[in-house]
């Protein structure tokens, strides 16, 4: 495997064969992550987190995962709470902070400045999210989970139907799911969003060159027929100018227990990167789904410790020695997976 000490930036540097090994290796760690057995094959690693804008399940899985694999974390949140606020540039606070970690992890709302930070850090740097642009290892857990529930309904990533709605212009995820998706054969995309949201050119561009079908639309019934996986999105509020230009785009498209018995077929997937917006102007994704047997939404922040392990191991280059660091558990485990 060839990221042995590389940054990961964006899906860009990605080939389909990577993404196997990497997926293998994701495998190989759920006895870690369901705590079936510990290893220390990281004791004495340190993560460097950095999260400059609101994180859950990023910003704790990526800690879990280097935890899970025996290193430590040492994490900032905030702007306000680096030295950043006093005017230092991230190329300093990347030469300072790679000088006490073995890794790190950073979200920050503007494009680009993760691969900015990586540019003056002396060790492997992982992108968690930079603005509207990328956010490389949801797009390569989402992908996990596509092919975890297609195997189990006997099909491949090949000839997947997906249909990718909400905010797309924004939306960090579904760009790097869809350049991810362009590896892949004879994939049809159906994008649903408002005009105004719609999924970037040349992203658009980059799946049709790839042989995919792409079809956009402004109708969710429209959308989700007939297809594998609807993968729902929410109204990146951040991004917009002023709360009153979301607005306008508040609760426009829900996806709820009734519309998707009318609209989907029976054995169709629900994903969300997550968070879903439960507020009441919002629910693009229900509540009413939760007994859905399909809502793989929770199935999906699960993926996201494996895969993070999986590329803690790769990138420190440990893959082969997990095993060996390997010993029983100690405490009480059951837990409902
Ligand atoms: C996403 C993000 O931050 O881009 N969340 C996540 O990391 N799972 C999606 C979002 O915030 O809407």
Redo the contacts with the bound molecule.
């Keep these: 495997m060839h990221f042995q000490g590389s940054h990961i930036l964006n899906i860009g540097q990605f080939e389909r064969s990577d993404v196997d090994q990497l997926f293998a290796v994701a495998d190989a760690m759920r006895p870690y992550a369901h705590r079936d057995k510990v290893t220390r094959v990281l004791d004495g690693a340190i993560l460097g987190s950095m999260f400059f804008?609101a994180?859950t399940?990023?910003r704790i899985s990526f800690g879990s995962a280097f935890n899970l694999l025996g290193g430590q974390v040492r994490e900032t949140t905030g702007f306000e709470s680096t030295a950043i606020a006093k005017g230092e540039s991230l190329y300093d606070t990347a030469r300072v902070l790679s000088g006490y970690s073995d890794v790190i992890v950073m979200r920050h709302p503007a494009e680009g400045s993760v691969a900015e930070f990586a540019a003056g850090s002396r060790v492997p740097v992982i992108n968690g999210?930079d603005g509207a642009n990328e956010?490389p290892t949801?797009a390569l857990l989402d992908l996990f989970t596509i092919r975890s529930e297609l195997h189990s309904r006997k099909r491949e990533i090949d000839d997947l139907r997906i249909a990718m709605v909400g905010d797309l212009r924004y939306?960090?995820?579904v760009h790097s799911l869809s350049r991810l998706l362009s590896l892949y054969k004879n994939v049809e995309i159906r994008l649903v969003s408002p005009t105004e949201l719609r999924m970037p050119g040349d992203i658009v561009e980059a799946l049709r060159s790839s042989g995919h079908k792409v079809i956009e639309t402004e109708v969710l019934e429209e959308g989700i027929a007939g297809v594998d996986i609807v993968y729902s999105?929410?109204l990146?509020e951040e991004r917009f100018a002023s709360p009153a230009d979301a607005d306008l785009y508040r609760g426009r498209f829900r996806l709820n227990q009734s519309v998707y018995t009318a609209n989907c077929e029976p054995n169709t997937v629900i994903m969300h990167?997550?968070?879903r917006d439960s507020r009441e102007g919002a629910r693009e994704l229900d509540d009413d789904l939760n007994d859905n047997p399909n809502l793989a939404i929770f199935r999906q922040s699960d993926n996201g410790v494996l895969v993070r392990m999986a590329l803690f191991a790769i990138i420190l280059d440990v893959v082969d020695q997990v095993s060996a660091h390997a010993s029983k558990v100690n405490w009480y485990t059951e837990r409902r997976f």
Excluded: K, V
């Design positions: 804008e994180s399940r990023t999210g956010h949801q939306g960090r995820t999105t929410r990146q990167p997550l968070p």
